[in-house]
């Protein structure tokens, strides 16, 4: 009798990695598509929000963890979950905030990825204290080691959880590839020896950078894994620094016919600061040469720089973070630009999360914000009605064969 009521315990629902895919509890192949979730943001039941206005979504992040992300370290669980004490070096009290998100999101039939934000962890200081970042400091890493144990052993039990995000945007730019890669190895390990069938999330150094994204990504230890890029390209344009009128971008998309062809800047102010990097791939003999910036710019970006990590590994990919914010109006391009990344991203078979879910404040929105939805003081709510209309053809929640 003992043995049967063990037997009736079903295992918790998790994603399978099957090479480039992922596939349901069913066996389908699935596309993670949804939002960014910022703690303390989303208001109440975020998740049965978004299944009403964004049915299609199939994949909330949850960027909570706060671990390693105040500098000197606070105790309030709001703000930081690390504490000093073993052996799991965190903060229980923080699960009391973390449950009822994940619940919210998992009740609405939503997978979640669920992401330690660590900023001064993760190498904020790593110029002028190389010591305070987890890729340089033994006894650092192994504490967060502890902390994943713990993190993903209190989850392991939990339906629908997709990943653990074992570190989101590494801030150390001079770090070496490799240190990367091992730490999300060991921090992959620890969460695994908790909970086996969750795949992990990793990306790359500095800051989940397209164009650094590569074989040096690639764990070693693990098959069992998801691998993640930003995409807030280029920054000028999807943050609206330039403005209408304003610097030599001009907030347009397509190019306005403002340079060269008409559809075109010059490519180092396409890849500002990664010029050199960046434009030799489109064999452009200077970098103040013309590049197209439209949807073959992204084309060119995701096929150069992200899927020759899959082509050569047989790797799942997905799009972590990006945005264009309110401030980029429609006639400068705004959801022409989203429009033509998600089709790609819906081609080429990416998931990907839009930067962010849910925010507010008293004053509307702001140029530089993008949350989807705005929560006034009073708990009224306004949506981005347009963004929504713009994703809506690029849901797609299962893949066909």
């Known amino acids: 009798m003992l043995a049967t009521a063990f037997a009736a315990v079903a295992a918790p629902l998790r994603l399978t990695v099957n090479g480039s895919s992922l596939l349901d509890p069913s066996g389908a192949k699935i596309r993670l598509t949804g939002f960014n979730w910022q703690s303390g943001r989303t208001g109440p039941d975020p998740g049965g929000l978004m299944k009403q206005l964004a049915p299609g979504a199939t994949v909330a992040r949850l ?15 709001n703000k930081e979950c690390m504490t000093t004490e073993p052996p799991h070096y965190f903060n229980d009290k923080c699960f009391d905030d973390l449950d009822p998100w994940v619940k919210s999101a998992t009740d609405a039939g939503l997978w979640v990825i669920l992401a330690v934000r660590g900023e001064y962890v993760a190498g904020q200081n790593f110029d002028t204290d190389p010591g305070s970042s987890i890729f340089r400091n033994a006894t650092l890493a192994n504490i967060s080691f502890a902390m994943w ?3 993903a052993a209190h989850y392991a ?3 629908r959880i997709a990943a653990y995000e074992i570190l989101s945007e590494p801030r150390d730019k001079t770090v070496a590839a490799s240190a990367v ?12 020896s908790a909970d086996p069938a969750t795949p992990c999330l990793v990306g790359n150094a500095p800051y989940y950078k397209l164009w650094d994204f590569g074989e040096n990504t690639l764990l070693r230890t693990t098959t069992n894994a998801i691998y993640t ?5 280029p920054d000028a344009f999807v943050f609206g620094n330039g403005g209408d009128a304003g610097a030599p971008l001009g907030a347009a998309y397509p190019a306005i016919p403002s340079y060269g062809d008409g559809a075109s800047y010059p490519c180092e102010t396409l890849y500002d600061g990664w010029e050199k990097q960046v434009c030799p791939s489109w064999n452009v003999s200077r970098a103040s040469d013309p590049v197209r910036f439209d949807r073959a710019w992204h084309e060119h970006n995701l096929r150069t720089f992200a899927l020759p990590l899959r082509a050569a590994h047989n790797v799942p990919l997905f799009m972590n973070q990006f945005e264009v914010v309110h ?8 959801y022409a630009y989203i429009a033509d990344l998600l089709g790609l991203a819906k081609e080429l ?3 990907w999360a839009w930067w962010t879910w849910a925010g507010g404040n008293d004053g509307g929105w702001s140029h530089g ?19 929504l209309d713009t994703m809506e053809p690029f849901w797609r929640r299962r893949l066909a064969g």
Do not use: K
């Open 349 to 351: 078979d990416i998931g």
């Open 181 to 192: 890669r091992e730490y999300y190895e060991g921090g992959c390990a620890a969460a695994q």
């Open 63 to 77: 960027v909570g963890v706060l671990w390693g992300n105040t500098d000197p370290l606070q105790s309030h669980p």
């Open 229 to 233: 890029f930003d995409y807030f390209n």
């Open 327 to 334: 401030g980029v109006t429609n006639a400068s391009g705004r």
């Open 369 to 387: 914000s993008s949350e989807v939805v705005f929560r006034w003081p009073n708990g009224t709510i306004m949506v981005d009605e347009a963004v």
């Open 149 to 151: 144990r713990h993190v």
């Open 157 to 159: 039990s939990w339906d």
